[in-house]
């Protein structure tokens, strides 16, 4: 079983579910793609702080989408706020949605709306990379390499570098958050990264509150497009 087909996470764009990056494309059309650690959710903790928050950008040729993460307890309460504004697919778009991660859900939505999204956490994301825990077999399967730390945004990260099936990818992880990862595939180049990064901030009260007044719908499976083969 291969960890990551990170030909597929290229292709198929960072949150499919609305987490924007600052991009920087050449040859891909404007979007967003994440990579993870086989385990997701790790007993005790997630990420090595107790609470944060970091913000994307993507900006299109005419939208304009930012992304706020937020996450307490290690990690173990997680939510995503993604407003997009401007021209997307021939559409003009002015919204905010909205995904909580649970242990047992994902509840997602879009504010304004009374019904929602509830979905299975199959293969939860959350910015988790925990490339520390591979092991050698995986870490051969996908030609893992540890380069030197690095600063990014003046925290020291560490930097990994795989390759599988024509895609190299570089990343950048500092507490276990992947804040910035460059992709090659077949001649293009793609650069997502942070543009801000908070550790311990005071976080909106009830930010991790599941709304009372909209309705989830239970949907299977959430997430099967990026599940390792």
């Not at 960890?3 to 924007?20: E, K, Q, R, V």
């Not at 930012?66 to 559409?91: C, M, P, Q, R, S």
């Given at each position: ?7 597929m ?41 107790k ?55 994902v509840?997602?939505?879009?504010i ?6 509830k ?31 690095e ?79």
């Amino acid at each position: 079983m291969k960890l990551i087909n990170l030909s597929m996470l290229f292709l198929a764009g960072l949150f499919t579910y609305g987490c924007g990056l600052s991009t920087k494309t050449k040859g891909t059309q404007d979007d967003t793609c994440e990579i993870q650690a086989k385990k997701d959710v790790t007993p005790g903790k997630i990420y090595d702080i107790k609470s944060g928050m970091f913000t994307f950008e993507n900006k299109g040729a005419k939208f304009t989408r930012i992304t706020n993460a937020y996450f307490d307890d290690y990690g173990k309460k997680f939510a995503l706020v993604v407003e997009t504004k401007g021209e997307l697919l021939g559409n003009y778009v002015n919204e905010q949605k909205v995904k909580l991660f649970t242990d047992s859900a994902v509840y997602a939505y879009t504010i304004g709306n009374k019904e929602g999204k509830k979905m299975k956490p199959s293969y939860v994301k959350r910015f988790n990379s925990r490339y520390g825990e591979l092991t050698d077999e995986q870490k051969k399967s996908i030609n893992f390499k540890e380069l030197p730390d690095e600063k990014f945004l003046g925290k020291t990260c560490k930097v990994y570098s795989m390759s599988e099936e024509g895609v190299t990818l570089t990343v950048w992880v500092w507490k276990n958050i992947m804040i910035k990862s460059v992709s090659r595939f077949k001649g293009n180049t793609r650069e997502e990264a942070v543009v801000s990064i908070k550790e311990n901030p005071k976080i909106p009260e009830g930010m991790f509150d599941i709304p009372k007044d909209v309705k989830f719908k239970a949907i299977s499976d959430y997430g099967k497009r990026v599940r390792p083969k």
